[in-house]
């Protein structure tokens, strides 16, 4: 992430910085910050960092995640509080002893994963859990930073959070954009184009990957029929949730199931 000393660079995806001993100054737009030994920075998307120094006796490590990653793991965040982990605020946490400790035994386990065999058995699940572990230690430092200072939503990030939080109990059952702005009185013009601002990500888009994201882990389960996929999606029929499954995919259903036995454990 950090090639050059004072040459910027703007974060693709937000994430933690430890800082596992020393210290390591930069800017975030145009914010100095300080990270010393025993800190978590969160890192923030799309915002512009440059390195002004780091210490001979700094150790760090990091990990990013995708907004997608984010979006299709949300079903336990709202979308409140996704939004004020991507807010436009600089947080950084001072971590006890045993809270720091509990980290760096999270990275160093997560780091050795990624160093194993992809080849054994649930590999890929076994990265999964282990990230969205770390994701909910952030977050409960999070919670509680945010039941001192809390955090207000703008307009624009209030929409999109409520849009967030409507998508993640209906998208089983409608996969209208129209049904989305009309429940949160808005027009799907207006919708579109604030989710966009603010995600990157068109909110039509974002309804779909909803719906094949739930289609894929349904369909991942070898007792489950195409049939009862498309029942539990509410869609008119099995054609229909064909043709919709292979637009978005490129593979029919019946295929992707057969792709899914042959290479489930090397996915990541």
Do not use: W
């Not at 799309?46 to 210490?55: E, K, L, P, R, W």
């Not at 894929?216 to 195409?226: A, D, E, F, G, H």
Request: glycine share 6%; hydrophobic share 40%.
């Amino acid at each position: 992430m950090m090639e050059q000393l004072h040459e910027p660079f703007r974060a693709e995806a937000p994430g933690f910085l430890l800082m596992l001993s020393g210290t390591m100054t930069f800017q975030s737009n145009f914010q100095a910050i300080s990270c010393n030994s025993g800190s978590i920075h969160i890192i923030r998307p799309t915002a512009t960092y440059s390195v002004d120094s780091i210490s001979d006796d700094a150790r760090f490590c990091g990990i990013v995640f995708t907004t997608d990653f984010l979006l299709a793991n949300s079903l336990h965040i709202s979308g409140t509080e996704l939004f004020q982990i991507l807010s436009g605020k600089e947080y950084q946490f001072k971590l006890s002893g045993k809270v720091f400790e509990n980290f760096q035994r999270q990275f160093a386990q997560l780091n050795a994963l990624a160093e194993m065999d992809n080849g054994i058995s649930f590999y890929s699940e076994i990265i999964h859990h282990q990230v969205m572990a770390l994701i909910f230690m952030g977050g409960a430092l999070f919670e509680e930073s945010m039941e001192n200072t809390g955090i207000k939503l703008d307009r624009r990030q209030e929409l999109t959070a409520r849009f967030l939080d409507l998508l993640r109990t209906q998208f089983k059952n409608e996969r209208s954009l129209r049904f989305y702005a009309d429940r949160l009185s808005v027009t799907t013009g207006h919708l579109t184009k604030v989710v966009k601002q603010l995600l990157g990500r068109q909110a039509s888009e974002l309804i779909d990957e909803a719906v094949i994201m739930e289609a894929k882990i349904l369909l991942n389960n070898p007792s489950v029929t195409v049939a009862y996929v498309a029942e539990e999606l509410k869609f008119s029929d099995q054609s229909f949730f064909g043709k919709y499954f292979k637009k978005h995919t490129g593979f029919s259903p019946s295929v992707y199931k057969q792709q899914f036995r042959k290479t489930k454990n090397n996915l990541f």
